[in-house]
């Protein structure tokens, strides 16, 4: 098993440039995750999905669309890239069985710098 | 708030045991605690997890204080592999983690 997988891993853009974040994972987890790594901070939540076709708003949505392509597949996409989102991006999955204290399990980042 | 408090850095010696602090003193009943460790440029990885005792695995072991506002990540024996940024971590909700800055652990050769 690969567990979860990211692409691309590092990416430059112009600002006002658009671009899609893609993850996928194989291990027939129901939820989904993204998570921004800013430099020195720990991790925050931008969106999350918690079965195949729902979508849920984390803890910084803004400058961000998803979506939940299937079971396997939850992409991230930047409309209009500006400075401010240069971060490491993490995407994660689980198998949201319904209780608590499910582990998550996290892909290796996609680095991005807008310039 | 669904926070922690852990100390910025530690610092301990190769094969040594190492104790990790963790403060959530307005937890509630039905939280977890997990912790997550995050190598240099890699993603986080799942260490452990409890919710009132103690618990073990082959990387670590987790003890809860009795009124469970405080727990402690334990490494028994430290190699170079293990420095890292430990994040301990209140589940709240659905399966949501919120990361503070967790703990720089150095581990000196």
């Known amino acids: 098993n690969a567990g979860v997988t990211q692409t691309p891993k590092f990416q430059v853009l112009k600002t006002g440039q658009s671009m899609t974040l893609q993850c996928a994972q194989d291990?027939?987890?129901?939820?989904m995750y993204w998570y921004r790594q800013d430099p020195g901070m720990g991790l925050r939540l931008i969106y999350y999905s918690a079965s195949e076709g729902t979508t849920d708003k984390g803890e910084v949505p803004n400058g961000y669309n998803v979506s939940r392509l299937n079971k396997r597949e939850f992409s991230l996409r930047l409309e209009s890239a500006a400075p401010s989102q240069t971060s490491v991006y993490f995407c994660?999955?689980?198998?949201?069985?319904?209780?608590?204290?499910?582990?998550?399990?996290f892909g290796p980042g996609t680095r991005l710098l807008v310039l | 708030d669904a926070k922690t408090t852990q100390p910025n850095s530690m610092e301990s010696n190769e094969e040594e045991p190492v104790h990790l602090p963790c403060n959530h003193s307005?937890?509630?009943?039905?939280?977890?605690i997990h912790w997550y460790r995050q190598l240099p440029s890699q993603g986080p990885e799942y260490v452990i997890h409890?919710?009132?005792s103690n618990v073990n695995n082959r990387m670590a072991s987790l003890a809860i204080a009795e009124d469970r506002k405080s727990s402690t990540l334990i490494l028994h024996r430290a190699t170079l592999r293990d420095a890292a940024v430990y994040y301990c971590?209140?589940?709240?909700?659905?399966?949501?983690?919120?990361f503070g800055q967790g703990t720089r652990l150095t581990i000196n050769p």
């Open positions: 994660a999955s689980s198998e949201a069985t319904g209780g608590l204290g499910e582990t998550q399990y």
């Open positions: 307005t937890i509630s009943g039905t939280d977890y």
């Open positions: 971590i209140r589940i709240q909700g659905a399966q949501k983690l919120v």
């Open positions: 409890g919710l009132t």
């Open positions: 291990m027939n987890h129901n939820s």
